[in-house]
């Protein structure tokens, strides 16, 4: 399948990034290959594998990986009450900036043939939603997109700061609904619905971000015009029997995991 413009923001928008140059080099395989060279670092340069690998003994690998990620979120939740994320991170370090240096293409995403790209990242002082094209797009950009202020200080563009672009648009439909087009094809990152109330104090900031990141793709929702064909590509069934700390998770298996999910959830979708 071809497309002439994405949006996201977030993962969404290094997703949307490398579909884009990755498309230019090759089409719909090229896309696809750039898109899973971005997870194959990710999961390379996870973190918290050491601390999953052993617990696996005593429970197996599932339960080990799931403990382990509670274990690392707990922590960090502990550190969170007791400092600010600029003591803990004074120097403003981001895992994701070097990845994102060596594999972006700016050269390709800037092609005057490659499709519409869009990026949103979140005014800090103005709350609204600032929207990055092609020609703006950086590490930076990519960065302030999916900056969660909890963990990294704001990114600083242009003379403004910016944080997640979950927080004012989740993603932005409005700029890919120029020109009109028939079809418009959203995929889903996270679950509109989770069965049970979170008790603990690092399940209910991951789900209050949840609803918080769902309000605004509702509100574009309900006004997109009558004659575009939405196809609805959602996470319930892949994502929502997982606990909310497994968004920490990037284990190449578990990766591998939601990625034959998500295919069997585009396969359930009927496409006129």
């Given at each position: 399948?071809?497309?002439?413009?994405?949006?996201?923001?977030?993962?969404?928008?290094?997703?949307?990034?490398?579909?884009?140059?990755?498309?230019?080099?090759?089409?719909?395989?090229?896309?696809?290959?750039?898109v899973n060279q971005l997870w194959q670092r990710v999961a390379e340069?996870?973190?918290?594998?050491?601390?999953?690998?052993?617990?696996?003994?005593?429970?197996?690998?599932?339960?080990?990986?799931?403990?382990g990620q509670e274990m690392a979120w707990a922590g960090i939740t502990?550190?969170?009450?007791?400092?600010?994320?600029?003591?803990?991170?004074?120097?403003?370090?981001?895992?994701?900036?070097?990845?994102?240096?060596?594999?972006?293409?700016?050269?390709?995403?800037?092609?005057?043939?490659?499709?519409?790209?869009?990026?949103?990242?979140?005014?800090?002082?103005?709350?609204?939603?600032?929207?990055?094209?092609?020609?703006?797009?950086?590490?930076?950009?990519?960065?302030?997109?999916?900056?969660?202020?909890?963990?990294?200080?704001?990114?600083?563009?242009?003379?403004?700061?910016?944080?997640?672009?979950?927080?004012?648009?989740?993603?932005?439909?409005?700029?890919?609904?120029?020109?009109?087009?028939?079809?418009?094809?959203?995929?889903?990152?996270?679950?509109?619905?989770?069965?049970?109330?979170?008790?603990?104090?690092?399940?209910?900031?991951?789900?209050?971000?949840?609803?918080?990141?769902?309000?605004?793709?509702?509100?574009?929702?309900?006004?997109?015009?009558?004659?575009?064909?939405?196809?609805?590509?959602?996470?319930?069934?892949?994502?929502?029997?997982?606990p909310l700390t497994s968004k920490m998770n990037t284990e190449r298996?578990?990766?591998?995991?939601?990625?034959?999910?998500?295919?069997?959830?585009?396969?359930?979708?009927?496409?006129?």
């Amino acid at each position: 399948m071809g497309f002439a413009a994405i949006t996201g923001v977030s993962s969404g928008a290094m997703i949307a990034a490398m579909a884009v140059q990755g498309y230019v080099h090759d089409g719909s395989r090229g896309a696809r290959a750039a898109v899973n060279q971005l997870w194959q670092r990710v999961a390379e340069a996870h973190i918290f594998s050491p601390v999953n690998s052993a617990l696996d003994w005593m429970w197996g690998w599932d339960k080990g990986m799931e403990f382990g990620q509670e274990m690392a979120w707990a922590g960090i939740t502990n550190a969170l009450r007791m400092f600010n994320p600029g003591q803990l991170n004074p120097f403003g370090q981001n895992p994701l900036a070097p990845l994102l240096e060596d594999l972006l293409d700016l050269d390709a995403i800037r092609d005057p043939a490659a499709p519409r790209l869009f990026a949103a990242a979140t005014d800090v002082e103005s709350g609204a939603a600032r929207i990055f094209t092609n020609q703006e797009i950086s590490v930076d950009v990519l960065l302030a997109s999916a900056c969660i202020p909890m963990m990294f200080p704001a990114v600083r563009i242009g003379g403004r700061h910016y944080w997640d672009g979950g927080y004012s648009c989740n993603p932005a439909l409005t700029p890919v609904l120029t020109p009109r087009p028939e079809r418009l094809v959203l995929i889903r990152a996270q679950p509109r619905a989770r069965k049970g109330v979170p008790n603990t104090t690092a399940d209910i900031v991951h789900r209050l971000h949840e609803i918080a990141f769902q309000a605004p793709l509702d509100a574009e929702i309900a006004m997109l015009p009558p004659e575009v064909e939405l196809v609805d590509i959602n996470a319930d069934i892949a994502l929502a029997s997982h606990p909310l700390t497994s968004k920490m998770n990037t284990e190449r298996n578990f990766l591998d995991n939601l990625f034959a999910a998500g295919r069997t959830a585009a396969a359930l979708v009927t496409v006129t």
